[in-house]
């Protein structure tokens, strides 16, 4: 029986790791990427493509490098914790190497259309067609992972300002910019206060005369550094603190996380304080901008009502006259045109069983990778959604009936509609830990903390109170690989190497402290390992 193949469309980080998943699966993967190399969004270019992801030189990925690797891959001990996008690229490159992923890639291929075989009912196969070089090519395959992200079609909603047609200045959006150093001397207005203009606002007001940072809501503003020092997922991930926040409630913890933010600065006081609560709305994460605030370099205003030739007016009544730029950092949609009729995207919104799995489809073989919005890294998701994926296409997993799945899409959706500012920006959004246990559970590789209690306590301590790293997923079950333990235990190593660039001499009585900490916490382990599980 020959090997079922499969068609991975898209070569970034999702597509690369699903290209590995149909290899340890023992599938037969074809991965089409419309340009000439592997990284997708995080491969930076002077000039965007059409249809293609863009981002600007500077840019430092917002996701530590031990919550954001490959399960059985772990980011090299000097790289730094948040990498700059050139790094980032680099891994994926050293990824590719290592599991001789390059073959299965056909570069500077576009996919035109992916339609159901006319037998589809009964085979699940699709009929794909492609072009390179204006050739168009007709392929079967038994299965499609589509792996092409959610930052590929610049929203940028003009409707909403009106005068901008009269503007005599230079407007643009956020993927269009690449340095700040043709704003010189200009006064400049970014719109939106997402991560993208976060950034935009602080990079150029190094150089510009004014930067005004234009917000409809607000945000609240994590920082990068949490802790001690250490980075703010590594810090805020952890199963235990996500079973504690389960107890206290959303009320509860919005309170703790809005007083935590608050103590860094004072956001109502800074003029970025929203109305929504800390959980109701995906934060912007970004070091620099209360610096830049407080030198006044950035000023934060409301949203703008209208534009004129050379002036800006804003809902509250104030106006910023002699403007020479607007930047919309206004965010992205996504579509699958190529796709027609089999997935169906209307304002943003999609249905998706546990955001992979059409739900109306007689055979289980079209998958989306890595269409979510968490807090935290998106890699590990989209590796895990592609283990499960080819579990589901070779037939080691079933999928529930059509009207089950149809019936958790409708409450998912609800569950966030309640909780998220209603904003297109809000209509894949999911909770890293919880996904990420919830996907391991499908696969089969959820770690067993009730028996590692008995059985390993130094690691079942560590699963329990450290960081929910990606390598957690590679311990037990299909695909375990027997460095990850190690790996495990030395995430406090990866994470201070980078930084240990001269040789300081420890505290002994830190040293006692943390020791005594850690015998208490293993007292309690025994308790809450029970509870939890």
């Known amino acids: 029986?020959?090997?079922?193949?499969?068609?991975?469309?898209?070569?970034?980080?999702?597509?690369?790791?699903?290209?590995?998943?149909?290899?340890?699966?023992?599938?037969?993967?074809?991965?089409?990427?419309?340009?000439?190399?592997?990284?997708?969004?995080?491969?930076?270019?002077e000039n965007p493509e059409e249809g293609r992801a863009s981002i600007y030189k500077s840019v430092i990925i917002n996701t530590s490098k031990e919550m954001m690797c490959f399960s059985d891959y772990p980011i090299p001990d000097h790289f730094p914790n948040f990498m700059h996008n050139s790094m980032v690229l680099q891994y994926f490159r050293m990824y590719a190497k290592e599991f001789d992923l390059l073959k299965y890639i056909r570069f500077k291929t576009t996919v035109c259309s992916v339609k159901k075989r006319p037998d589809f009912s009964t085979s699940g196969q699709w009929e794909v067609v492609t072009e390179s070089e204006g050739k168009k090519e007709?392929?079967?395959?038994?299965?499609?992972?589509?792996?092409?992200?959610?930052?590929?079609?610049?929203?940028?909603?003009?409707?909403?300002?009106?005068?901008?047609?009269?503007?005599?200045?230079?407007?643009?959006?956020?993927?269009?910019?690449?340095?700040?150093?043709?704003?010189?001397?200009?006064?400049?207005?970014?719109?939106?206060?997402?991560?993208?203009?976060?950034?935009?606002?602080?990079?150029?007001s190094h150089t510009a005369k004014q930067v005004f940072l234009s917000t409809r809501?607000?945000?609240?503003?994590?920082?990068?550094?949490?802790?001690?020092?250490?980075?703010?997922?590594?810090?805020?991930f952890s199963r235990l603190k996500n079973f504690l926040g389960k107890i206290c409630g959303q009320s509860l913890l919005n309170m703790y996380l809005e007083k935590r933010m608050n103590q860094r600065f004072n956001h109502e006081m800074y003029g970025l304080k929203p109305k929504h609560r800390a959980l109701s709305q995906h934060p912007t994460v970004n070091d620099?901008?209360?610096?830049?605030?407080?030198?006044?370099?950035?000023?934060v205003k409301g949203n703008v009502k209208e534009f004129t030739e050379t002036a800006a007016i804003f809902e509250d009544g104030s106006r910023e006259d002699d403007i020479d730029a607007v930047i919309f950092a206004?965010?992205?949609?996504?579509?699958?045109?190529?796709?027609?009729?089999?997935?169906?995207?209307?304002?943003?919104?999609?249905?998706?069983?546990?955001?992979?799995?059409?739900?109306?489809?007689?055979?289980?073989?079209?998958?989306?990778?890595?269409?979510?919005?968490?807090?935290?890294?998106?890699?590990?998701?989209?590796?895990?959604?592609?283990?499960?994926?080819?579990?589901?296409?070779?037939?080691?997993k079933t999928?529930?009936?059509?009207?089950?799945?149809?019936?958790?899409?409708?409450?998912?959706?609800?569950?966030?509609?309640?909780?998220?500012?209603?904003?297109?920006?809000?209509?894949?959004?999911?909770?890293?830990?919880?996904?990420?246990?919830?996907?391991?559970?499908?696969?089969?590789?959820?770690?067993?903390?009730?028996?590692?209690a008995f059985t390993d306590p130094k690691l079942a301590l560590k699963?329990?109170?450290?960081?929910?790293?990606?390598?957690?997923?590679?311990?037990?079950?299909?695909?375990?690989?027997?460095?990850?333990?190690?790996?495990?235990?030395?995430?406090?190593?990866?994470?201070?190497?980078?930084?240990?660039?001269?040789?300081?001499?420890?505290?002994?009585?830190?040293?006692?402290?943390i020791t005594m900490g850690r015998f208490m916490l293993v007292v309690v382990l025994f308790a809450i390992i029970i509870t939890y599980f």
């Open 1 to 45: 029986m020959t090997n079922k193949k499969i068609a991975v469309i898209g070569g970034g980080a999702s597509g690369l790791t699903s290209i590995k998943c149909c290899l340890d699966e023992g599938l037969e993967p074809v991965c089409f990427e419309r340009t000439d190399d592997i990284g997708g969004l995080w491969r930076f270019q």
């Open 138 to 204: 007709v392929n079967v395959f038994d299965g499609v992972m589509v792996c092409t992200g959610h930052h590929t079609t610049a929203h940028l909603p003009l409707e909403s300002f009106p005068g901008i047609e009269k503007f005599k200045g230079q407007y643009f959006h956020s993927r269009d910019y690449k340095n700040p150093e043709s704003f010189k001397g200009k006064r400049v207005i970014v719109i939106g206060i997402g991560n993208s203009g976060g950034d935009l606002a602080v990079e150029i």
């Open 217 to 236: 809501r607000g945000a609240w503003i994590l920082n990068r550094v949490s802790d001690y020092g250490y980075p703010f997922d590594v810090v805020v």
């Open 288 to 299: 620099d901008l209360p610096n830049r605030i407080i030198s006044g370099l950035v000023k």
């Open 330 to 396: 206004t965010g992205y949609s996504f579509a699958f045109p190529f796709l027609e009729e089999s997935v169906k995207v209307v304002k943003n919104k999609i249905s998706l069983y546990k955001k992979v799995f059409p739900p109306n489809l007689e055979k289980p073989t079209l998958a989306i990778i890595g269409l979510i919005q968490p807090l935290g890294a998106i890699m590990p998701i989209s590796e895990l959604q592609g283990r499960w994926v080819t579990q589901v296409f070779k037939g080691l």
């Open 399 to 452: 999928l529930p009936s059509q009207s089950e799945m149809i019936k958790e899409i409708t409450m998912v959706q609800e569950e966030m509609k309640k909780r998220y500012v209603d904003s297109q920006r809000h209509t894949i959004q999911g909770d890293f830990i919880d996904t990420v246990e919830e996907l391991a559970d499908l696969v089969g590789v959820r770690p067993n903390l009730l028996s590692l």
């Open 463 to 513: 699963l329990l109170l450290g960081p929910c790293t990606p390598i957690q997923y590679r311990l037990q079950g299909p695909g375990k690989w027997n460095g990850a333990r190690k790996a495990i235990l030395t995430t406090e190593d990866r994470i201070r190497k980078p930084m240990m660039t001269r040789v300081v001499k420890s505290s002994n009585s830190m040293t006692s402290a």
